[in-house]
Protein backbone atom coordinates (compact mmCIF):
# COMPACT_ATOMS: atom_id res chain seq x y z
CA UNK A 1 0.00 0.00 0.00
CA UNK A 2 1.16 3.39 -1.14
CA UNK A 3 2.50 5.84 1.96
CA UNK A 4 0.71 8.84 2.47
CA UNK A 5 1.95 12.38 0.72
CA UNK A 6 3.14 14.65 3.31
CA UNK A 7 0.98 16.98 4.45
CA UNK A 8 3.98 20.01 4.18
CA UNK A 9 6.22 19.24 1.29
CA UNK A 10 4.08 16.70 -1.30
CA UNK A 11 7.90 16.17 -3.37
CA UNK A 12 9.48 14.81 0.05
CA UNK A 13 9.46 12.62 2.41
CA UNK A 14 8.86 13.49 5.96
CA UNK A 15 7.65 11.96 9.09
CA UNK A 16 3.36 13.12 8.19
CA UNK A 17 3.96 9.87 5.72
CA UNK A 18 4.19 7.55 8.69
CA UNK A 19 1.07 5.51 9.90
CA UNK A 20 -1.03 7.09 11.88
CA UNK A 21 -0.77 4.34 14.80
CA UNK A 22 3.05 5.18 15.49
CA UNK A 23 2.40 8.97 15.50
CA UNK A 24 -1.21 8.51 18.08
CA UNK A 25 1.47 6.35 20.29
CA UNK A 26 4.30 8.93 20.36
CA UNK A 27 2.49 11.86 20.91
CA UNK A 28 0.81 10.16 24.54
CA UNK A 29 4.05 9.94 25.82
CA UNK A 30 5.03 11.75 29.41
CA UNK A 31 8.23 12.84 30.00
CA UNK A 32 8.65 9.46 32.05
CA UNK A 33 7.43 7.29 29.46
CA UNK A 34 10.14 8.69 27.49
CA UNK A 35 12.56 7.58 30.24
CA UNK A 36 11.14 4.34 30.99
CA UNK A 37 12.11 3.36 27.13
CA UNK A 38 15.81 3.29 27.71
CA UNK A 39 17.31 0.37 26.53
CA UNK A 40 20.84 -1.65 26.10
CA UNK A 41 22.15 0.26 23.54
CA UNK A 42 19.96 3.77 23.80
CA UNK A 43 20.00 5.97 26.98
CA UNK A 44 17.92 8.31 27.60
CA UNK A 45 18.61 11.05 30.41
CA UNK A 46 16.95 14.14 31.78
CA UNK A 47 18.30 17.55 33.16
CA UNK A 48 15.61 20.11 35.43
CA UNK A 49 17.70 23.09 34.60
CA UNK A 50 19.44 24.21 31.54
CA UNK A 51 22.53 25.29 33.92
CA UNK A 52 22.86 21.38 34.34
CA UNK A 53 22.09 20.65 30.94
CA UNK A 54 24.62 22.33 28.95
CA UNK A 55 27.04 21.96 31.13
CA UNK A 56 26.65 18.31 31.07
CA UNK A 57 27.16 18.62 26.58
CA UNK A 58 30.15 21.01 27.49
CA UNK A 59 31.49 18.08 29.61
CA UNK A 60 31.39 15.93 27.20
CA UNK A 61 33.80 17.94 25.10
CA UNK A 62 36.18 17.56 27.82
CA UNK A 63 35.38 13.63 28.62
CA UNK A 64 36.43 12.77 24.41
CA UNK A 65 39.60 14.91 24.61
CA UNK A 66 40.57 13.92 27.71
CA UNK A 67 41.02 10.43 26.11
CA UNK A 68 43.31 12.03 23.62
CA UNK A 69 47.62 10.73 22.82
CA UNK A 70 50.16 11.45 20.76
CA UNK A 71 49.57 7.31 19.99
CA UNK A 72 45.99 7.44 19.68
CA UNK A 73 44.35 10.83 19.06
CA UNK A 74 40.57 11.34 19.75
CA UNK A 75 37.68 13.65 19.38
CA UNK A 76 34.67 14.70 18.87
CA UNK A 77 32.14 15.68 16.05
CA UNK A 78 30.20 18.58 17.28
CA UNK A 79 27.03 21.25 16.02
CA UNK A 80 26.05 24.61 15.56
CA UNK A 81 22.11 24.26 16.83
CA UNK A 82 22.83 24.07 20.24
CA UNK A 83 25.40 26.39 20.64
CA UNK A 84 25.18 27.47 24.45
CA UNK A 85 27.60 24.70 25.34
CA UNK A 86 30.55 26.31 23.19
CA UNK A 87 32.02 28.74 25.41
CA UNK A 88 31.48 26.60 28.34
CA UNK A 89 33.67 24.49 26.80
CA UNK A 90 36.53 27.10 26.54
CA UNK A 91 35.78 28.25 30.10
CA UNK A 92 35.98 23.95 31.17
CA UNK A 93 39.18 23.78 28.82
CA UNK A 94 41.09 27.36 30.25
CA UNK A 95 40.06 26.22 33.62
CA UNK A 96 41.01 22.88 33.73
CA UNK A 97 44.85 23.43 32.19
CA UNK A 98 43.78 20.68 29.38
CA UNK A 99 45.83 20.25 26.62
CA UNK A 100 44.70 20.06 23.36
CA UNK A 101 47.41 18.62 21.53
CA UNK A 102 46.84 15.22 20.33
CA UNK A 103 42.80 16.24 20.23
CA UNK A 104 40.57 16.39 16.97
CA UNK A 105 37.15 18.39 16.90
CA UNK A 106 35.28 17.86 13.45
CA UNK A 107 32.15 20.06 13.03
CA UNK A 108 28.96 18.23 11.25
CA UNK A 109 28.14 20.49 8.76
CA UNK A 110 27.81 23.52 6.46
CA UNK A 111 25.79 25.84 4.23
CA UNK A 112 26.62 24.98 0.78
CA UNK A 113 26.23 28.19 -1.75
CA UNK A 114 27.16 28.79 -5.11
CA UNK A 115 28.97 26.29 -5.39
CA UNK A 116 31.33 25.98 -1.93
CA UNK A 117 30.89 26.05 1.50
CA UNK A 118 29.84 29.64 2.93
CA UNK A 119 32.98 31.47 3.93
CA UNK A 120 33.45 32.44 7.73
CA UNK A 121 32.83 35.64 7.36
CA UNK A 122 29.17 34.50 6.28
CA UNK A 123 26.37 35.68 9.07
CA UNK A 124 25.51 31.77 9.32
CA UNK A 125 28.63 30.40 8.94
CA UNK A 126 28.75 27.66 11.45
CA UNK A 127 32.85 27.53 11.20
CA UNK A 128 32.46 31.47 12.44
CA UNK A 129 30.31 30.04 15.23
CA UNK A 130 32.31 27.62 16.24
CA UNK A 131 35.50 29.84 16.37
CA UNK A 132 34.43 32.74 18.04
CA UNK A 133 32.17 31.33 20.70
CA UNK A 134 34.57 28.13 21.43
CA UNK A 135 37.91 28.38 19.78
CA UNK A 136 39.23 31.28 19.83
CA UNK A 137 38.49 32.05 23.71
CA UNK A 138 40.82 28.69 24.17
CA UNK A 139 44.47 29.64 25.34
CA UNK A 140 47.09 29.65 22.82
CA UNK A 141 49.11 27.28 24.87
CA UNK A 142 46.33 24.97 24.95
CA UNK A 143 45.03 25.07 21.99
CA UNK A 144 44.05 22.56 19.55
CA UNK A 145 46.44 22.86 16.27
CA UNK A 146 44.62 23.74 12.94
CA UNK A 147 45.18 20.52 11.35
CA UNK A 148 43.20 18.85 13.93
CA UNK A 149 40.08 21.07 13.41
CA UNK A 150 37.88 19.22 10.26
CA UNK A 151 35.50 21.67 8.80
CA UNK A 152 33.42 20.42 5.79
CA UNK A 153 34.84 21.76 2.24
CA UNK A 154 32.97 21.53 -1.04
CA UNK A 155 36.20 20.07 -2.24
CA UNK A 156 37.40 18.23 0.18
CA UNK A 157 34.90 16.23 1.44
CA UNK A 158 36.96 12.86 0.91
CA UNK A 159 39.51 14.02 3.16
CA UNK A 160 37.29 14.90 5.70
CA UNK A 161 35.69 11.54 5.48
CA UNK A 162 38.88 9.94 5.95
CA UNK A 163 39.72 12.14 9.06
CA UNK A 164 37.64 9.77 10.90
CA UNK A 165 39.85 6.54 10.48
CA UNK A 166 42.89 8.95 11.53
CA UNK A 167 41.58 9.60 15.23
CA UNK A 168 38.96 8.25 17.23
CA UNK A 169 35.74 10.00 17.31
CA UNK A 170 34.79 9.14 20.70
CA UNK A 171 31.31 10.49 20.52
CA UNK A 172 29.23 12.52 17.87
CA UNK A 173 27.01 14.94 19.07
CA UNK A 174 23.91 16.82 17.36
CA UNK A 175 20.46 18.25 18.11
CA UNK A 176 16.98 17.17 16.29
CA UNK A 177 15.84 19.53 13.95
CA UNK A 178 12.04 19.81 13.41
CA UNK A 179 12.45 17.66 10.31
CA UNK A 180 14.16 15.09 12.36
CA UNK A 181 17.27 15.08 11.46
CA UNK A 182 20.46 15.11 12.87
CA UNK A 183 23.07 17.19 11.06
CA UNK A 184 21.72 17.97 7.81
CA UNK A 185 20.71 14.03 7.00
CA UNK A 186 17.31 14.97 5.63
CA UNK A 187 14.37 12.65 4.72
CA UNK A 188 14.87 12.41 0.62
CA UNK A 189 12.79 13.47 -2.25
CA UNK A 190 10.07 11.80 -3.39
CA UNK A 191 10.81 10.89 -6.75
CA UNK A 192 12.08 8.43 -9.01
CA UNK A 193 12.41 4.40 -7.60
CA UNK A 194 11.71 6.33 -4.52
CA UNK A 195 7.92 7.82 -5.31
CA UNK A 196 6.05 5.42 -3.29
CA UNK A 197 8.68 4.27 -0.45
CA UNK A 198 11.26 6.08 0.76
CA UNK A 199 14.73 4.42 0.53
CA UNK A 200 15.48 1.63 2.60
CA UNK A 201 17.15 2.18 5.86
CA UNK A 202 20.35 0.15 4.92
CA UNK A 203 20.73 2.24 1.81
CA UNK A 204 20.90 5.45 3.71
CA UNK A 205 23.28 4.30 6.13
CA UNK A 206 25.70 4.27 3.16
CA UNK A 207 25.68 7.76 2.63
CA UNK A 208 28.99 9.96 3.62
CA UNK A 209 29.57 13.80 3.96
CA UNK A 210 27.83 15.06 1.00
CA UNK A 211 26.03 18.03 -0.60
CA UNK A 212 22.29 18.07 0.50
CA UNK A 213 19.22 19.05 -1.25
CA UNK A 214 17.28 20.95 2.30
CA UNK A 215 13.81 19.70 3.49
CA UNK A 216 11.51 22.72 3.39
CA UNK A 217 10.68 22.57 7.25
CA UNK A 218 14.67 22.64 7.68
CA UNK A 219 14.89 26.20 5.59
CA UNK A 220 12.15 27.80 7.67
CA UNK A 221 13.34 25.99 11.35
CA UNK A 222 16.39 27.96 10.29
CA UNK A 223 15.29 30.82 9.57
CA UNK A 224 13.21 31.19 12.58
CA UNK A 225 16.15 29.91 14.97
CA UNK A 226 19.13 31.61 13.45
CA UNK A 227 18.06 34.33 10.69
CA UNK A 228 15.74 35.85 12.05
CA UNK A 229 12.59 34.71 10.14
CA UNK A 230 13.92 36.05 7.02
CA UNK A 231 13.67 32.53 5.10
CA UNK A 232 14.73 33.68 1.54
CA UNK A 233 18.50 34.10 3.45
CA UNK A 234 18.71 30.87 4.23
CA UNK A 235 20.97 28.65 1.74
CA UNK A 236 18.95 25.53 0.75
CA UNK A 237 21.58 23.17 0.20
CA UNK A 238 24.11 22.23 3.15
CA UNK A 239 27.42 20.49 3.28
CA UNK A 240 26.83 17.65 6.14
CA UNK A 241 28.64 14.77 7.75
CA UNK A 242 26.87 11.54 6.76
CA UNK A 243 25.57 8.44 8.72
CA UNK A 244 28.67 6.48 7.46
CA UNK A 245 31.07 8.82 9.42
CA UNK A 246 28.04 8.48 12.11
CA UNK A 247 28.68 4.78 12.27
CA UNK A 248 32.28 5.44 13.08
CA UNK A 249 31.40 7.37 16.25
CA UNK A 250 31.78 5.66 19.30
CA UNK A 251 28.91 7.19 20.85
CA UNK A 252 25.95 9.48 18.69
CA UNK A 253 24.98 11.67 21.43
CA UNK A 254 21.71 13.81 20.75
CA UNK A 255 20.80 17.36 22.88
CA UNK A 256 17.06 18.59 23.00
CA UNK A 257 16.21 21.64 24.86
CA UNK A 258 12.78 22.27 23.23
CA UNK A 259 13.94 24.85 20.45
CA UNK A 260 14.97 23.12 17.88
CA UNK A 261 12.11 20.38 17.53
CA UNK A 262 8.70 20.10 19.30
CA UNK A 263 7.46 18.52 21.73
CA UNK A 264 5.41 15.60 19.39
CA UNK A 265 9.54 15.39 17.17
CA UNK A 266 10.86 14.52 20.27
CA UNK A 267 8.76 12.04 21.30
CA UNK A 268 8.19 10.32 18.10
CA UNK A 269 11.81 9.87 17.72
CA UNK A 270 12.25 8.98 21.14
CA UNK A 271 9.81 5.98 20.59
CA UNK A 272 11.13 4.88 17.23
CA UNK A 273 14.60 4.38 18.12
CA UNK A 274 13.70 2.38 21.07
CA UNK A 275 11.86 0.31 19.49
CA UNK A 276 13.93 -0.16 16.64
CA UNK A 277 11.67 1.17 13.65
CA UNK A 278 13.91 2.61 11.56
CA UNK A 279 12.72 4.61 8.28
CA UNK A 280 14.23 7.43 6.00
CA UNK A 281 10.94 9.47 5.79
CA UNK A 282 12.67 10.08 9.94
CA UNK A 283 16.28 9.87 9.82
CA UNK A 284 16.65 10.39 13.44
CA UNK A 285 14.95 6.86 13.56
CA UNK A 286 17.89 5.69 11.81
CA UNK A 287 20.28 5.65 14.95
CA UNK A 288 18.19 2.69 16.10
CA UNK A 289 20.70 1.26 14.31
CA UNK A 290 23.73 2.47 15.81
CA UNK A 291 25.06 0.14 19.16
CA UNK A 292 25.46 3.28 21.52
CA UNK A 293 22.81 6.45 21.01
CA UNK A 294 22.19 8.58 23.85
CA UNK A 295 19.31 11.22 24.06
CA UNK A 296 19.40 14.03 26.92
CA UNK A 297 16.28 16.32 27.31
CA UNK A 298 15.63 19.60 29.24
CA UNK A 299 12.34 17.77 30.91
CA UNK A 300 10.49 21.29 30.84
CA UNK A 301 11.24 21.48 27.40
CA UNK A 302 9.61 18.62 26.24
CA UNK A 303 6.41 20.25 26.91
CA UNK A 304 2.65 18.60 25.79
CA UNK A 305 1.23 17.46 22.77
CA UNK A 306 -2.10 19.05 24.25
CA UNK A 307 -3.95 21.67 21.81
CA UNK A 308 -3.03 25.15 23.11
CA UNK A 309 -4.53 28.19 21.67
CA UNK A 310 -1.96 31.01 21.66
Not at 57 to 73: F, K
Request: aromatic letters at 8%; hydrophobic letters at 40%; glycine letters at 6%.
Amino acid sequence: MARPISVVAPAWWDYTTLDTEIMERAAELSPDDMLGLSRPGFEVLMYDTLESFYLAEALEYVEAWSQATQERPAGICGPIGPTEQLPLVAQLVNALELDLRHAHFWAMDEWYLDGREVPADHPLSFERADRTLCFDRIRPELAMPEANLHFPKADSLAQYSASYDAARCVVMQGGQGEVKHWAFNDPPRREGPYADQPPPPEEYMKLGARVVDLHPMTVIQNARTSGGGKVADVPTQALTVGPAETMNAERVSIWQAGTHDNPFGMRLTTLMIAERVPDTSVPMSLLALHPNVRFSFYRPGIGSCQAQMH
